[in-house]
């Protein structure tokens, strides 16, 4: 068996494409008008979904999930901070700014549309570069991140060419 992906439920498929293709720059796969396809994960659209699961809309809640989220991640995270700052199509909520976790990585996780929790982090390769250009040695980085020395001497190499 093998996980394909994440489906979430939306209310409004056009302002759940805005989000996710002008905030998070993702890109549609296919497009079947009620589902929408992208790297790992689809929206569906709530009329569709209840018939899917034999429901009816108000059996559907999309009150603020705390439980799970959508993951992603990019290299260049001051940039994204920018851009959510100005994003205006919809008043974003928070759900909390930017931290720093011990490790060295930067988040910042809001609610899209229709309350689904996502979270969006400098990648962690990012991160790792970035210690290197601060002087920090192999054994620095290891220490601080947790990964595993190979996997920061290979970064390191990829650095290098």
Known sequence: ???????????????????????????????????????????????????????????????????????????????????????????????HKTKEFPWGQRVIRFYDPDNHMIEVGESMDSVVKKFFNNGMSIEEIVEKTGFPVEFVVDLKNKLIN
């Open 1 to 95: 068996m093998k996980f394909e992906a994440a489906l979430i439920v939306v209310r409004d498929m056009e302002q759940s494409r805005s989000f996710y293709e002008n905030l998070l720059d993702q890109e549609a796969i296919m497009d079947l008008g009620a589902n929408v396809a992208y790297d790992g994960f689809s929206l569906q659209t709530l009329e569709y979904w209840v018939d899917f699961i034999d429901k009816v809309e108000n059996d559907i809640d999309f009150l603020k999930n705390n439980n799970s989220e959508l993951y992603f991640e990019i290299d260049d995270y001051d940039t994204f901070i920018e851009k959510f700052n100005n994003y205006n199509d919809f008043e974003v909520e928070i759900v």
